[in-house]
């Protein structure tokens, strides 16, 4: 006899199942952050996040380049960052490039599935945002090339219609 649960599985489209996935693994997220935040309080809660995400850097360099993704310029890096968005979030995120050399790479997010989430489950405080999204970042850009940088120059957490970032070369 057939498993329920598989052959429901079986009709439900593949973009279907990696949303449903990605969005069921971002709540999780989101109520782990707020439950470690009331038991660590939000400055220790931070400093673990960063830790984590930091610490995640080198297995994403692995696992982009294991996909055929190789290379140490800003371009490469910044391809990384954002097959790692989709990778970490499913297919909800909205990320396209606004400047792209080998040097430098500006680029845009106008959809936020962490942001949705927040919103959705009604949590007021996410490092994920800037520090986190930052730490994650650089773990990542010094996994690939110590010599890269990121930084974030718009935020929708500060007001600004979407997020901003840059990938570049230290100068």
Not at 108 to 114: D, G, H, N, S, W
Not at 127 to 137: Q, R
Request: charged share 25%.
């Amino acid at each position: 006899m057939a498993d329920r649960a598989e052959e429901i599985l079986k009709n439900v489209p593949l973009e279907t199942r990696w949303a449903i996935t990605a969005n069921a693994g971002q709540s999780v997220f989101m109520t782990y952050m707020s439950i470690l935040r009331d038991i660590a309080g939000e400055e220790r809660a931070t400093e673990i996040t960063d830790g984590i995400f930091r610490a995640g850097g080198p297995m994403f360099k692995m696992l982009v380049e294991s996909l055929g993704l190789v290379g140490d310029d800003a371009l490469a890096a910044s391809h990384a960052l954002k097959l790692g968005a989709f990778l970490l979030f499913g297919p909800e995120p909205v990320i396209e490039v606004k400047e792209e050399t080998k040097d430098r790479v500006v680029s845009t997010q106008t959809v936020c599935p962490i942001w949705n989430r927040r919103k959705e489950l009604g949590h007021e405080w996410l490092p994920y945002c800037i520090p986190g999204h930052t730490a994650w970042a650089e773990g990542v850009l010094n996994a690939i090339n110590p010599n890269l940088s990121f930084s974030i120059t718009k935020a929708v957490e500060k007001g600004d219609p979407c997020c901003e970032w840059v990938v570049e070369l230290k100068k």
